[in-house]
């Protein structure tokens, strides 16, 4: 069964980096695009970046765009998201979700809080 | 800016039917927007239900049903049980590669 697991949340300062993984398994990873969609707490679900199955096409949503990036290594089965420049409202979970045409497996997310 | 809207809070009897709507600031959603509508219990990932319009998901009960209604895309749960007491989101695709989500509507079964 297709599982995806993200890590690498935590709480840090602002201005600091932050990488997040997300581990897949279950399918055939290097086959699909993928996205990252994040849920500041108590709020709704925002898309933040998408990366299609070979790396090659990358898009971001103007709040992270030039802070954030969307990378994979199809070899590990692992989905990135490299952010830098990390501001309070960054603050969310972050999904990583599997890309079937449409936003298909969501994983249980990872919690990345900017505080200081 | 792009915003998509969807109502903030609805209510409905057990049994009842019921239809959210999710909208676009500039325009109409047509079936080129892809709509997707997903459900969110508190605590937990969404699970996506609708996908294309009115694709249901794997699993998904034909009581959850998608479609456009006049310039929006729809959702309907028909026979509303407890356990449809959720949050309702819905993502439009505007092209080049960039999805907004809408701000979602929470769904009472009272």
């Known amino acids: 069964q297709v599982q995806l697991v993200e890590s690498g949340g935590g709480v840090v300062r602002p201005g600091v980096s932050l990488r997040l993984s997300c581990a897949a398994s279950?399918?055939?990873?290097?086959?699909?695009?993928m996205h990252w969609v994040r849920q500041a707490p108590g709020k709704g679900l925002e898309w933040v970046a998408f990366?299609?199955?070979?790396?090659?096409?990358?898009y971001y949503a103007d709040s992270v765009k030039g802070r954030f990036t969307v990378s994979r290594d199809n070899s590990k089965n692992t989905l990135y998201l490299q952010m830098n420049s990390l501001r309070a409202e960054d603050t969310a979970v972050y999904y990583c979700v599997k890309d079937s045409g449409y936003f298909d497996y969501w994983g249980q997310g990872t919690l990345v809080t900017v505080s200081s | 800016q792009t915003v998509v809207t969807q109502e903030p809070s609805f209510s409905v009897s057990p049994g009842g039917t019921v239809t959210l709507t999710c909208g676009f600031n500039s325009g109409s959603v047509s079936p080129t927007f892809y709509p997707s509508w997903f459900q969110q219990t508190p605590g937990q990932a969404p699970r996506t239900l609708i996908y294309?319009?009115?694709t249901r998901s794997s699993g998904v009960p034909d009581r959850f049903s998608g479609s456009i209604l006049g310039n929006k895309a729809a959702l309907t749960i028909t026979g509303a049980q407890a356990n449809d007491e959720s949050s309702y989101f819905c993502?439009?695709?505007?092209?080049?590669?960039?999805?907004?989500f809408g701000g979602g509507t929470k769904l009472t079964v009272l």
């Open positions: 993502v439009l695709y505007m092209g080049s590669g960039i999805w907004v």
């Open positions: 294309n319009t009115d």
């Open positions: 990366i299609r199955s070979d790396g090659n096409n990358k």
């Open positions: 279950g399918f055939t990873f290097r086959s699909f695009a």
